[in-house]
Structures are given as C-alpha cells and as structure tokens.
C-alpha cells in the first residue's frame, strides 16, 4: 500500500534579521538596526517584519502605522517602507525637529511590494534623503490635524542625488 501521507510543516516560524534604518528618540541616530522578519514557509518572498522591537514607549502608544515611499530614478524605481507611531506623549526624535517618537525605514522587495528585504550599505543615502523628503508628511501625520500620509510618496532620483540622470 502507498503512504498517501504528507510531512506535515513545522510550526516553528521562520524569523530572519533584515538591516533596517533606525531614526530612534536616543543621540545615536540614524543607525543600522537588524529588524526580526517573519518570513512564510510557503512564500519565501513573503516577509512580514515585526519592528516592535524599536519602538519604545508601548504602553503610551500601542500602535504603529506605516507608508510606501517610492524613489523613481528613470526607469528604475526604489520602495522604501516607514514605520512610525503618532502621539503627544511620546519622547522627540533624535533626528528630526518636530516629529516624536522613533521611526524605522526599510528597503521594500522588487517583486513584492508588501514584502522587506535587506537594505544595502550604499541604500543609507537614499534611506536618509528619503526619510527628509518624507518629514513634511510625517509631520502633518503626527500633528493635531492627523492628515492622513499619501498610499505613496514619490521621490525623484535628481532630487537625492544631483547631476544624475
């Protein structure tokens, strides 16, 4: 007789460190931090992170919103995803006037545009510039007025780096 048995999957989940970009509420900001991503046993493009790990303040602020940055460079395009969390309580950023709490910034996938992947050691200019483009809308987020961040902000290349095409 033939075993019609299939192995069943471990129930173990699947957690990968992805470098991300912590614009933290500490001095030592921006930095490189490794963010735990869940990544899906059937979809290994699949990669949920879990960036609660760098957000201080849980208590005051439970929840953490985000929003898709793309940085269009001819034809290529470059997604970046925001993590931050909006309220009066919580301590300024580090980096930025008038924005508070800590904000993480990850490099999104080609192929996927709900899934992370690893950012590159040349991707930290780009995570910056991004980060600065992204402020003004940050700002208007945190604020009393609560303006709700575009689906996704649009960043042109020559605007990070001038000179390029």
């Known amino acids: 007789m033939v075993n019609r048995r299939k192995p069943v999957a471990s129930r173990k989940p699947i957690i990968k ?18 963010t735990p991503t869940h990544v899906e ?30 940085l269009q460079h001819g034809r290529k395009v470059t997604r970046f995803r925001i993590f931050l969390k909006r309220g009066k309580a919580l301590a300024p950023n580090a980096y930025a006037d008038n924005i508070v709490g800590d904000i993480v910034l990850m490099r999104v996938a080609a192929s996927d545009i709900t899934s992370v992947v690893n950012m590159r050691g040349t991707d930290a200019r780009m995570a910056n510039y991004v980060f ?23 960043v042109h290349r020559a605007q990070v780096f001038p000179g390029s095409p």
């Open 132 to 154: 600065n483009a992204a402020l003004e809308r940050i700002d208007k987020f945190q604020s009393a007025t609560r303006t709700l961040p575009p689906e996704e902000l649009v």
């Open 41 to 70: 046993k059937s979809n290994a493009n699949a990669r949920y992170p879990l960036v609660e790990s760098h957000f201080s303040d849980a208590a005051l602020q439970p929840w953490i919103h985000d929003f898709r940055i793309r």
């Open 17 to 34: 460190n992805l470098r991300s970009r912590l614009y933290s509420t500490e001095p030592d900001a921006p930095r490189i931090a490794f």
